[in-house]
């Protein structure tokens, strides 16, 4: 968590510096290019005339016809059609309608075509599921014997005459990047002389071996080296002493984290990794991430990867693998029919990484070859038996005794090769403790290896040196993999590690850097594609002002940054207080430099207000959607007389509400509607003025007297007087005396559906072991939230969005209807601000019940990326039946789905039917005793954004895959991807800005999300190169729900998209396919005019614009 203040701050500097670069380079390359006759491409005009000129086109038509043209762009299906007068609108009529300018009059049905719907109809994969796992395993916990979560292994000692066995004992440590230090402690303390020790060490012996995977503290080494220091590690690398595993910017959590982030900390280390060390990883290691998900091993795979490890599962999951000899195994996706996301697996099978739990079965036999803990260490093993130095009087026994647990190992595996990882945390600090465990281990291997009847062929390795060795034993491997290895899917969630000890309270930890997590990657994001549209646009018109290598380096930097924080303490909310507390210090020191964004990181972000006058203020809205979109701006203004004008200077329609900053304090906001083009900017000017008219909202506050009415019309009523609704012409909703809902109407066919919201506290378990940072232990189900008197509730009926907001004590929960035709008018937008920093050992909870027969099956997301179906099960204890939630998650029946859409990753459940419960904040008072020795009790008032989505579908099929619907899938990408507005520190510019920037011909196909738009690094220097890396995911989405009415501004493709139809502004120089971290290109690379895109599938692909 240590640099979470620094990726804020670096994520949102380079985003507000991108945007004023373009639009000044917009501008200049306007000015001084106007009739510049350009032979590039197949424009016969420079790109930015061209859009100056349709701009000026469709102004005309303002003045004429006295409307606002909304949609500016050509649907995907009217890709082909020529753009002589300006663009056309894209798919839907839009006109002046209903008293609203940019509302459409008319919807049509969403165009779908038939072959892409056949995807999610099929079953997908037909081998066996974790699901089906979980309904043989008992979950009986008894006393295993020395293996105490597993059974006694025996063997015969001949079983090794045909086949000797092969033990691969791999040296490794385990960093931190932030946990009980910070990261710069943790270097300065440790990690620097673990390299400096493994350079020096290593060369002594080449038959010594060491493996490392977090890149991040490799990287800050490596700033710190001379050349011949760089040369010994290269050496180390290609004589195959060293080896990078993974090679990510740090090992992640695979929870929390979303699959932007894990791709782009992957892309970060692969490409450090490439650039100064020339070595490709290509073994997954991820032995701490507290479960593990699919979607990281189908990244891996997508990255070229053939192999990978896995450590933290459950240890009854554990122990039923081990039984059945399949903790090594095909990972494949469940929505895969074939075998193209395989990925071969190594399940660790016992409770830890440390060396105590990775030799054999028994814990006390294999402290004792931990070397580090020899007598007069600073620690030794708890089961009171310590190691003893190897020498010729002892090696006998102490080899025979360490022999016997590498067969018994040996016993859980199908083939006679045996991997023992010889590691722990931060451990290969001191140069000692590498003479203790190399010279020790090398005698036992000496002498077991010159013993030809133990049958043993032992020595150091690495991962990979494991894996080629499990590859060459049977040669059907990676072939006819079936016959060795079983085939698996599903994930690994919920982990325990012992007894009832359910890791689901991290899920939520510490909300409030999960929700600020989302919000940047959502600014990193917009800032990568901005960036490289500018950086062309430069290199173009011959800029010199773009000052692309600077700016190149502070998103390198928040790159970074952003991947340290998906390390699995830090997204997690597991690390130290004063961990965090020094992210605050770090960013104090550049609180000058981006002052506005200071708030975001240590409290609620706080909207400026913009302070008007006669004078008009630029405010520029960015779109980072690849659709087109209508949403709502909202700013806040020092003044009711504000006026809104667009880039043709016409004035656009205003809602203007109060601002209530407590439940008797106001000030105003104003709304307008914006119809924004895909990954598109538009300028607008806003100012104070007399001719000002906006629509003003109106209130009703019941259980309260608000005297001060200001500009707006309020009126004060008792609940029971009458019943709270919203409306738009979508859905209605009916809420409570309390002011929370209750029920939805379905304005499409009338019918009323219980929804109904409530929360609730969960307390902590009276046994000795409590609920912690990682461990939820609640005290049974869970309590009502209890009011003792109505709360005070707050009604706003607005032109384009109306809202209920109810007071309690912890929560100030709203529930708001946009009273718009565009998707994000479909759903209803829940926002809860929870301040529970006075509580003591509890657990709030928003609980959404509905009239959906759900029984117990539910489903939730794996990293945004995949649904993964759940089912709450009696057997086991209500903490095991919660889940993460990175972004959705929905229960269903043969007619109805109800979804919960969410902007930040929470602990999620569905324990009786027709229930989703989101764990939205907690706080406990002590440590769970998993390393972090303090309870979590540095809460901060959190907003938490949610969607809630109900959709008519068809007859319900229970499959072991499940997808959202198209509507879904956008709704999510927008709550996650809003529009932003731009409105401090604008300079005036000396030159008229451009009134839009619209780089796309068109949305990209419904179905296709741009994950990123990365500008590649030079492989020279750490600066830019021409290249980016375009990163594209077809979604999987389910048909059988209603395409009428849908908002969508898209169409579907089949996954096809033509190179040339793609960017409005440039011309696509070379479009080349790539492995999804750029390690690898595939055989036959060559640049290619179409993309086609396979379900599901994430591509990246080597791009060039001119």
Request: glycine content about 6%; overall charge neutral; proline content about 5%.
């Amino acid at each position: 968590m240590k640099l979470s203040r620094q990726f804020t701050v670096f994520g949102s500097a380079i985003f507000c510096v991108v945007i004023f670069s373009l639009y000044l380079m917009l501008d200049r390359g306007h000015l001084d290019y106007p009739k510049s006759p350009r032979r590039e491409g197949s424009f016969p005009q420079g790109q930015l005339s061209m859009l100056q000129e349709k701009i000026d086109h469709l102004e005309r038509l303002l003045a004429e016809n006295n409307e606002i043209i909304s949609n500016i762009r050509d649907s995907v299906i009217n890709l082909s059609e020529s753009v002589e007068d300006g663009p056309k609108s894209s798919q839907g009529n839009f006109s002046q309608g209903a008293g609203s300018p940019l509302l459409p009059s008319k919807q049509s049905s969403l165009v779908v075509d038939p072959e892409d719907c056949s995807f999610a109809l099929q079953s997908g994969s037909r081998n066996s599921d974790m699901l089906d796992v979980y309904s043989l395993i008992p979950f009986d916990n008894p006393d295993g014997g020395v293996w105490k979560q597993g059974f006694d292994i025996s063997y015969l000692f001949n079983e090794w005459d045909s086949k000797p066995l092969q033990v691969f004992v791999v040296p490794h440590s385990h960093n931190d990047p932030g946990w009980l230090k910070t990261f710069d402690d943790y270097f300065r303390e440790m990690t620097q002389y673990i390299f400096n020790n493994m350079v020096i060490k290593l060369k002594e012996d080449s038959r010594r071996k060491f493996m490392w995977s977090e890149i991040s503290y490799l990287s800050k080494w490596w700033d710190t080296i001379d050349k011949p220091k760089k040369d010994a590690v290269k050496s180390l690398l290609q004589n195959g002493q060293f080896e990078i595993v993974t090679g990510g910017w740090v090992m992640p959590d695979e929870a929390a984290a979303h699959y932007f982030a894990l791709i782009d900390q992957l892309i970060e280390g692969h490409q450090w990794v490439g650039k100064n060390l020339g070595v490709k990883p290509r073994s997954g290691w991820a032995i701490d991430p507290f479960g593990h998900s699919p979607t990281m091993a189908y990244l891996l795979k997508r990255a070229g990867f053939s192999h990978m490890l896995i450590q933290r599962v459950h240890y009854a999951v554990k122990k039923h693998f081990a039984l059945h000899k399949t903790l090594e195994f095909y990972w494949r996706q469940n929505w895969d029919l074939e075998s193209g996301t395989d990925i071969f697996c190594h399940m660790m099978p016992f409770y830890s990484y440390d060396i105590p739990h990775t030799c054999g079965p028994d814990p006390k036999i294999c402290c004792q070859f931990d070397f580090k803990r020899l007598p007069g260490g600073r620690f030794g093993c708890p089961w009171g038996v310590p190691p003893e130095t190897i020498h010729l009087g002892n090696v006998q026994k102490r080899a025979e005794m360490l022999l016997d647990q590498y067969r018994k190992k040996s016993k859980l595996f199908r083939t006679t090769v045996v991997l023992a990882p010889l590691g722990d945390d931060f451990r290969y600090c001191e140069r000692t403790e590498w003479d203790h465990q190399f010279k020790n281990y090398q005698l036992l291997f000496d002498y077991m290896n010159s013993h030809p009847e133990y049958n043993v062929k032992i020595q150091f390795g690495t991962l990979s040196d494991y894996f080629d060795a499990l590859d060459k034993e049977d040669v059907t491997i990676g072939k006819n993999s079936q016959s060795t290895f079983p085939v698996l899917s599903g994930d690994f969630f919920t982990y325990a590690d012992r007894d009832d000890h359910y890791w689901s309270g991290y899920f939520t930890s510490r909300p409030f850097y999960k929700r600020m997590d989302r919000i940047l990657e959502s600014h990193l994001r917009a800032a990568e594609i901005l960036y490289y549209f500018a950086l062309k646009q430069a290199q173009k018109y011959k800029i010199s002002k773009f000052l692309s290598s600077s700016h190149y380096m502070a998103l390198t930097e928040a790159r970074r940054n952003l991947g340290l924080f998906q390390h699995h303490d830090a997204i997690t909310g597991t690390a130290k207080d004063w961990v965090v507390a020094f992210i605050f210090d770090e960013v104090v020191n550049v609180h000058q430099t981006i002052s506005t964004m200071t708030p975001l990181v240590s409290s609620l972000p706080q909207k400026t207000i913009i302070t008007l006058s006669a004078e008009p203020r630029y405010l520029v809205v960015c779109n980072p959607s690849e659709q087109d979109r209508i949403s709502v701006v909202s700013v806040y203004v020092s003044s009711p007389t504000a006026q809104v004008t667009s880039a043709s200077g016409k004035p656009v329609e205003i809602q203007m509400s109060a601002v209530w900053n407590t439940a008797s304090t106001i000030s105003q906001t104003i709304s307008f509607l914006v119809q924004m083009p895909p990954l598109g900017l538009k300028v607008y000017t806003i100012l104070e003025s007399a001719s000002s008219d906006p629509h003003l909202a109106e209130y009703v506050l019941h259980n309260g007297n608000v005297k001060d009415k200001g500009i707006f019309n309020m009126k004060n009523v008792k609940s029971t007087e009458e019943d709270i609704t919203l409306e738009n012409s979508f859905i209605k909703l009916r809420f409570g005396q309390s002011g929370l809902m209750e029920e939805l109407i379905n304005k499409e066919d009338g019918k009323h559906h219980e929804v109904k919201v409530q929360f609730s506290w969960y307390g902590t378990t009276s046994k000795k072991d409590k609920s912690g940072a990682y461990l939820f232990l609640p005290d049974g189900e869970a309590k009502p939230y209890v009011y003792t008197a109505l709360p005070f509730v707050r009604v706003q009926h607005g032109r384009f969005y109306s809202d209920v907001t109810c007071f309690l004590e912890h929560v100030t929960h709203r529930v708001r209807l946009y009273n718009i035709q565009g998707i994000e008018g479909q759903s209803v937008e829940v926002s809860n601000i929870v301040d529970i920093r006075k509580e003591h050992n509890r657990e709030i909870a928003m609980r959404i019940s509905s009239s959906i027969n759900s029984q117990n099956r539910f489903y939730t997301d794996l990293n945004g990326y995949q649904i993964q179906p759940r089912m709450t099960m009696s057997k086991l204890p209500l903490q095991a039946n919660v889940y993460p939630m990175t972004t959705m998650a929905y229960i269903q029946d043969a007619k109805h789905r109800l979804t919960l859409l969410s902007a930040q990753s929470l602990g999620v459940s569905s324990l009786k039917s027709g229930q989703i419960e989101v764990i939205m904040d907690r706080r406990l008072m002590q440590d769970d005793n998993r390393g972090l020795e303090q309870g979590v009790h540095d809460n901060k008032v959190t907003a938490n954004l949610f969607r809630i989505l109900l959709e008519k579908r068809s007859e319900e099929e229970k499959k072991s895959v499940s997808y959202p619907s198209l509507v879904s899938h956008v709704t999510s990408s927008f709550l996650n991807h809003p529009v932003f507005t731009m409105t401090e520190k604008i300079p005036v510019p000396s030159l008229q800005l451009l009134g839009e920037f619209s780089p796309l011909l068109s949305s990209l196909p419904c179905d296709i999300h741009l994950v990123n738009l990365r500008t590649i690094q030079s492989k020279v220097d750490g600066k830019h190169s021409d290249e980016a890396a375009l990163i594209l995911h077809r979604k999987g989405f389910d048909c059988r729900f209603s395409s009428r009415d849908t908002g969508l501004l898209c169409s579907t493709t089949q996954g096809k998209i033509l190179v040339q139809k793609l960017f409005s502004m440039f011309t696509v120089a070379s479009l080349i396919p790539s492995s999804l971290s750029l390690m690898h290109s595939p055989p036959d690379a060559r640049n290619i005019s179409e993309i086609h895109l396979s379900p599901m599938e994430i591509s990246t692909f080597r791009i060039q614009l001119r």
